[in-house]
């Protein structure tokens, strides 16, 4: 399961400059996703040693004095809740300030690793300035210039250290994973209760939690599954949902884990912003995703309203094109029995292994039936293709100039592989690699 960095701290004290230098890019990494460029504060970080979920959870500008202080102890709060390792940033330049130390005083009182950055050192001259910052009566303060970069890798060394350790592979065995998520109150609980309430479904008794999610095995049709529910623990949680971000984290988090993510959409409430973007986090990770539109009852429905949600929902999650659509009711019951079915045919394909043989069959039928265009003169020369990965499906095709492939051409031959694969709802990745 991935750690989670929250990175904590008043307005305009580098929060955003920090999480943009410790993600090495200087912007979001799902930005060509429509509707998933807003308010990016969460990236997972791959550069280091050991993969982590950054979070900014810097929210918005305070009208006043109290409501900042009101602001940095529900941020704070939240970090406790959610966080693995606090980073708080202070300002260097403008010094330690009040809410600065009853932040410090509220967040030492829990046992989350907690380091405290000193923020705007630039150079040898502001080092002065970290001294006034030992009053806080911490271990450790670490000056940092996150927009320069001094001190970063300082602060990276003992984030690896401070990051838990990797655990062990998750439970071998090959169950699919299923993730349900969604905004507060769409109905992934009331789902999640149909799914394994299902005569088709047994539910294994002994649940395993952790402390995102309530994970509870089960099998349908002689295979084993298990639910990862993030409702279920926030049930339990007392933090309320005022940050909409850490709802968010929870989704990140068990889409890590899973394989097969239901996106579960109000019908009545439409598609959201913060839909599109776990969605699109989904799409990243190459999960196999299913839309599930719940509370289909309230919807005043004619023999057209299905079809024109379906092209809406469409139009909106254009980065998933193949993503099976359901649409249900948790509270009649109506197709609920449907998603397991989907399910399990989602993960066979997403499970898939495609034999050589099959799959340079089809791509020499295809590129005989339709040539790709001269590049720099010359006809392009494909050779062959393989899988190369599965969980999403990967096949790697090896061709006399992998840049030459036009993006038409890529779409062409990634269709013919699914139709002659049978891949309808799940992801696939081809890709293309030159050789002489
Ligand atoms: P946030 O509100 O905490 O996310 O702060 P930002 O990252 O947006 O930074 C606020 C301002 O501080 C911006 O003008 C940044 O350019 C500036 N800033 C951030 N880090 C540094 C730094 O290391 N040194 C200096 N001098 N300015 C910085
Ligand atoms: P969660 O927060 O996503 O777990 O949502 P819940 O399962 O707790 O459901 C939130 C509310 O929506 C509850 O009052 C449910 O009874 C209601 N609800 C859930 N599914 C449906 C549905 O299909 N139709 C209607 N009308 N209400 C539903």
Redesign the pocket.
Known sequence: MLPVVAIVGRPNVGKSTLFNRLLGKRKAIVEDIPGVTRDRNYARVDRFGRPFLLVDTGGFEPASEDRLLAQMREQSQLAIEEADIILLVLDGKEGLTPSDVEVVELLRRHDKPLLCLVNKIDGPRDEANTAEFYALGLDEILPLSAAHGHGVSDLIVRLEELLPPVRERERAGDETRLAII?R???????LVNRILGYERVVANPIAGTTRDSVDTPFTYNHRSYLMIDT?GIRRKGRVSQKLEKFSVIQALKAMERAHVVLVVIDAAEGVTDQDLTVAGYAEEKGRAVMLVV??W??VEKDHTTMGSYVKDLRARFKFLPHAPVLFV???TGQRVAKIMAEVEKLADEFNRRLPTSALNKVLREAVEAHQPSMFRGKRLKFFYATQTAVRPPTITVFVSRADGVHFSYQRYLANRFREALGLTGSPLRVRYQSRE
């Open positions: 969604g507060p109150n769409v109905g992934k609980s009331s409702a719940n509370k009852d309230l009711s948790a509270l």
